[in-house]
């Protein structure tokens, strides 16, 4: 099939893939939609993961990261003894808030020198050192601005979802 050919592809050729699901009603009962995933039984990819957390992706794959939204509260859950470090993690939480109000701003007033300037920004955000362990290992398992791409593949589906509140005929649950 074309979409099996294109995912083998995709995979092959990235060092990481997006993850995400979705909830679907067909013929009154609760089902399902998986993007980007095609995997056999108990198979786990050897690449590096990133979702939103969710537990049904736990042990598909080897490597498991976070977009970074989804990630801080793993940062909030780092409890330093001493106050350096607890300054440390305030400051890079307090600079992680920053961002994302600029990601705000950007998405209601979007141009291409903002989105180079945010990329560049991410990347030097999430290559901080602070001298302070855990929260540095934390920063570096940042690896993706956002899971987007995934989400981005399952927004029709939302939008069909909430105006049909899912699908009756098997043509409907193919499209």
């Known amino acids: 099939m074309e979409k099996d050919n294109i995912l083998k592809a995709g995979m092959k050729s990235s060092e990481y893939f997006h993850i995400d699901d979705i909830g679907a009603r067909h013929k009154g009962m609760n089902h399902y939609v998986h993007a980007i995933l095609g995997l056999s039984k108990d198979e786990q990819i050897e690449k590096i993961m990133i979702s939103d957390d969710a537990k049904q992706f736990w042990g598909v794959a080897i490597l498991h990261a976070l977009c970074w939204i989804h ?7 780092l409890n330093p003894f001493l106050e350096w470090r607890r300054i440390k993690l305030h ?3 307090t600079d992680i808030w920053k961002f994302y109000e600029q990601l705000k701003e950007y998405k209601e007033n979007p141009d291409d020198r903002q989105k180079e300037f945010l990329e560049r ?10 001298d302070y362990e855990e ?3 934390r920063i570096a398992l940042t690896i993706s601005l956002h ?12 939008i069909k979802k909430k105006i049909s509140y899912g699908t009756r005929s098997e043509y409907g649950r193919i499209a």
């Open 71 to 77: 990630e801080i509260r793993y940062y909030r859950k």
């Open 91 to 93: 400051d890079f939480l």
């Open 121 to 130: 920004q991410f990347e030097e955000l999430f290559s901080t050192r602070t």
């Open 135 to 137: 929260l540095d290992k």
């Open 147 to 158: 899971n987007n791409p995934v989400e981005i593949a399952l927004r029709e589906l939302v």
